[in-house]
């Protein structure tokens, strides 16, 4: 069973949202950059990226990460995973360097992220921006901006579909069975 818990406009408002949150908290946008986590996070990223020169006019660049050779899970998958690219376009040193994923769930990916950030310098504060907190955390990591937070059962599945890897923009809910 599936439900559809977030729309486009759900979608965008949250994405609105948290650009004002980043902004606020970082006292604008000296000094900052959004590195995405493949494939959903950079999407998000961009599009935050998008709202923040909205708001500041002022254009934040947009990293991208990929984490498959550092999830802690690595050699135990059957199967090899697809790489993707990585691509930090400014130094991240002394910067807020904000991570940004669609899903935040056991905090294993997040782990992984920030190992993986920081074989590229070492940022000055780490913030992390997720479009779903699910909870069922595994680490102690938490979100600095969350689109929704939404309680699930642990092996419930939420799928985002974003319009630029995908033809609908939603988050669905997929009910365990």
């Known amino acids: 069973m599936s439900k559809e818990l977030l729309d486009n406009s759900d979608i965008n408002r949250a994405i609105r949202r948290m650009a004002h949150e980043i902004i606020e908290k970082n ?9 995405g986590i493949q494939k959903g996070g950079v999407v998000l990223a961009n599009r935050l990226s998008t709202e923040i020169q909205k708001i500041e006019g002022r254009l934040i660049e947009v990293g991208t ?6 999830r802690d ?21 002394t910067k807020t360097v904000v991570l940004v994923d669609d899903v935040l769930f056991t905090g294993r990916s997040i ?12 940022p000055g504060h780490i913030q992390l921006a997720v479009l779903i907190d699910r909870g ?18 642990f ?9 630029e ?3 609908n923009n939603k988050v669905v809910l997929i009910k365990e069975q």
């Open 165 to 167: 890897n995908d033809e």
């Open 111 to 122: 782990r992984a992220a920030m190992d993986a950030l920081v074989d590229f310098g070492r």
């Open 65 to 70: 990460l990929d984490i498959s050779f550092y």
């Open 27 to 35: 006292k604008g946008t000296e000094n900052l950059c959004l590195v």
């Open 73 to 93: 899970d690595f050699n135990t998958k059957d199967e090899q995973p697809i790489v993707k690219k990585t691509e930090i376009p400014c130094t991240i040193d």
């Open 136 to 153: 069922h955390r595994e680490l102690p990591i938490r979100a600095d901006y969350a689109g929704k937070n939404i309680p699930t059962s």
């Open 155 to 163: 092996n419930d599945l939420i799928e985002v579909q974003l319009h």
